[in-house]
């Protein structure tokens, strides 16, 4: 645990409610199930209950009634979920407070993308700058692609900071492929707010030409 998340621990109560409120104030659009919730929080199920009925009653999520489909089951059913609550008075302030404290940054991404292997695009949006609805957090390009080392580092990041990430990894040719082709899910990412952290196969060029 960091300093900063121990403090806050202190602040709000527990590290649990820390990790819930980075959850639902990073993901300010989306729905979950309550077995999503604990999955992706890394929280056992009693203690998530706990947090999120604390976080209910606080207004900052509310519940919602989701048509989905069960793990292993053919037909979507009606179950209970969660989602933010965008009417909550200090909304805005709660994001930039927790965005602030919690260590989403450009450093702490290469300090764990790097263990996957030789990198030659590294691209920050979404989180990282602050537009929480966006498709991708993360985008990179390896020759020697690995997607479990790729998959590892996301996940230690997750770890360190709290919240999902939504990454996609590409071998560096079929990457460089899908900027010339205006490729959508490339375009989702460099057509808004981002930040290229690494670049050693001239992407920055290609996105200049582009525009040409």
Do not use: C, W
């Not at 309550?34 to 209950?49: K, N, P």
């Not at 933010?84 to 404290?101: C, D, H, I, M, V």
């Amino acid at each position: 645990m960091t300093a900063a998340t121990d403090s806050l621990a202190i602040l709000f109560g527990s590290q649990a409610r820390v990790k819930l409120l980075r959850f639902f104030l990073f993901n300010p659009s989306r729905e979950f199930t309550f077995d999503e919730i604990s999955r992706r929080a890394r929280l056992v199920r009693r203690t998530a209950r706990t947090e999120i009925n604390a976080l209910e009653r606080a207004g900052v999520i509310k519940k919602k009634t989701l048509l989905t489909r069960p793990e292993g089951k053919k037909r979507k059913v009606r179950m209970q979920g969660f989602t933010l609550n965008a009417k909550f008075p200090q909304l805005g302030s709660l994001q930039t407070f927790f965005f602030e404290t919690a260590p989403i940054d450009g450093k702490t991404l290469m300090k764990h993308i790097r263990k996957a292997g030789a990198v030659d695009l590294l691209t920050a949006a979404g989180i990282f700058t602050r537009e929480f609805d966006r498709r991708l957090d993360v985008l990179i390009s390896m020759k020697k692609l690995n997607e479990h080392k790729v998959e590892t580092a996301i996940r230690s990041l997750e770890s360190e900071i709290g919240i999902e990430i939504r990454y996609a990894a590409f071998n560096t040719d079929d990457l460089l492929y899908r900027v010339r082709m205006y490729d959508k899910l490339t375009r989702d990412v460099f057509d808004y707010p981002h930040k290229i952290l690494i670049d050693k196969i001239g992407v920055r060029d290609e996105l200049h030409r582009s525009t040409l």
